[in-house]
């Protein structure tokens, strides 16, 4: 049966045999596995097959899919070219571990990720392959800026999303590679700008009122705080910034202070590191999201879709930092072959078919359809993103709203939404304050007509949850 149109490209899902009992399945995890487990518990689904943007469950039941493995499945379940791929690579013989060793497919895949970086990280950029999380490449990132510079102090920003490691290098004994002390040791916030809940409760949103706006103000405020003799922050070791904030609510950066924080960090010498885990390849509409404002990191960190859907981690740098000895960020699954080879295969991909170009049309389909939504209903606060990185923050109209105009989140609603989106068949997720948003991460591949059935659903969904909300006043999910 045909049941998805991917990119063009008619895709089919056998049926699924009836050989698995979810609810039992769903029961035994829930009691053998952790309290902290997440995802598990708001999208209680048993996923046994899936192609492009669907995803069958264990009971039979389709679901678009909206979350794609939090942003990694840039061309969606199943592709053939990572199918094929991988298959391949397991009918070769090669070696599927393989540590930091040199193998073809590792040099194929290099080959192909130095085609697609940023060009004015140097013809001479270096690649350092982490442990396979975002959180490593991250850890590997901050370790690099502080040996490098020899300081120790990090800048970050509010509303920000880097990962969870950051105790690790605390509780490990080995002084060569606790030296420099790890990150946590200190890190100074800066504020990000928020066009709904901007930090200075001044807003840069079209049509709010004149005055300085929020990007302007965080400039001035990082310029003069970086400068001030008696401001606290000791010498950067670098900043740390998305482009798109994801977890934080899918806060996209302007250019203009992009670019500005290109120079303020130029000027001062502090290595600049762009966290591309979520916006990389594709999914903000131009390959990697700093292109939209034509600046270069120091540092790209790399990860989710760079692996094809298999986990992988990389950093890409200028070489002058390349100072850091060998061992300095080491681990030992740094070198998955699968991973090499389905990540290979996705970008080409997405560079062959201008993958980014079409996430950029087919989001701007579905923001102008959010927008509509937004439009009456008192209860979608604010839409917002880029390309397919798009969210939807839900808030409570009845209570007074905030100088600017923004009502207070509503995380009850919010959570209903996406009960009443799986109870539709949409698999969506939530993030930012007080987890209010509403997150959109389709594969880059999902079809014209899969974005119409995103928003029908979307819409029920939301006046389903509203009507449930007004009418007990206190919801169970
Ligand atoms: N950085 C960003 C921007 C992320 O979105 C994430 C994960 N959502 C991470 C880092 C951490 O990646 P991981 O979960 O693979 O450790």
Redesign the pocket.
């Known amino acids: 049966m045909t049941i998805s149109a991917r990119n063009g490209i008619s895709t089919s899902i056998d049926p699924v045999p009836a050989a698995w009992d979810p609810a039992a399945i769903l029961a035994r995890q829930r009691e053998r596995e952790s309290s902290a487990r997440t995802y598990a518990r708001t999208l209680p689904i048993v996923p046994v097959r899936a192609d492009g943007a669907t995803v069958v469950g264990a009971d039979g039941r389709r679901y678009l899919d909206c979350l794609s493995g939090?942003?990694t499945l840039a061309l969606g379940h199943n592709h053939p070219d990572v199918v094929q791929a991988i298959t391949a690579a397991l009918a070769s013989g090669a070696p599927l571990h393989t540590l930091d060793l040199a193998t073809p497919e590792k040099d194929a895949f290099t080959e192909e990720l130095r085609a697609c970086l940023p060009p004015g990280l140097g013809s001479d950029v270096k690649l350092h392959f982490c442990g396979p999380?975002?959180?490593?490449?991250?850890e590997a990132a901050i370790k690099l800026a502080q040996t490098a510079t020899g300081n120790q102090t990090m800048l970050a920003f509010t509303g920000g999303?880097?990962?969870?490691?950051a105790g690790a290098l605390a509780v490990t004994g080995n002084v060569a590679v606790k030296n420099p002390l790890p990150a946590t040791a200190s890190v100074v916030r800066l504020p990000f700008p928020h066009p709904y809940r901007c930090p200075f409760g001044v807003g840069s949103a079209p049509g709010r009122a004149a005055g300085p706006d929020g990007a302007e103000l965080s400039i001035r405020y990082i310029e003069r705080l970086l400068d001030d003799p008696l401001g606290g922050v000791t010498d950067p070791a670098g900043l740390i910034v998305?482009v798109v904030?994801?977890?934080g609510g899918v806060v996209a950066a302007p250019d203009g202070w992009l670019r500005a924080i290109r120079e303020i960090t130029r000027r001062r010498g502090i290595p600049l590191i762009l966290?591309?885990?979520?916006?990389g390849v594709g999914r903000t509409g131009r390959f990697w999201a700093a292109q939209h404002s034509g600046i270069t990191p120091d540092i790209l960190?790399m990860?989710?879709a760079i692996g094809g859907g298999l986990p992988m981690?990389v950093i890409a740098y200028r070489a002058e930092l390349d100072v850091w000895t060998p061992g300095a960020h080491t681990g030992t699954f740094r070198g998955n072959q699968l991973a090499m080879v389905a990540g290979r295969a996705t970008l080409r991909r997405v560079r062959q078919d201008g993958l980014d170009d079409r996430a950029a049309r087919l989001g701007s389909r579905l923001l102008v359809g959010l927008e509509a939504l937004a439009r009456d209903r008192p209860h979608v606060g604010h839409v917002r993103g880029r390309g397919l990185m798009l969210g939807a923050e839900l808030v409570d109209p009845t209570m007074a709203a905030d100088a600017v105009g923004a009502h207070p989140a509503d995380p009850r609603l919010a959570a209903l939404v996406r009960a009443e989106c799986l109870r539709r068949g949409l698999i969506i997720e939530l993030g930012g304050r007080h987890g209010a948003v509403i997150r959109l991460l389709p594969p880059l591949i999902i079809g014209e007509e899969e974005i119409e059935r995103v928003l029908a659903i979307l819409a029920d969904a939301t006046d389903a949850a509203v009507r449930r909300l007004t009418a007990t006043g206190h919801p169970t999910t």
């Open positions: 939090a942003g999380s975002g959180a490593d490449a991250v999303y880097h990962g969870m490691t998305e904030q994801g977890e966290d591309e885990v979520q916006t960190v990860s989710k981690a």
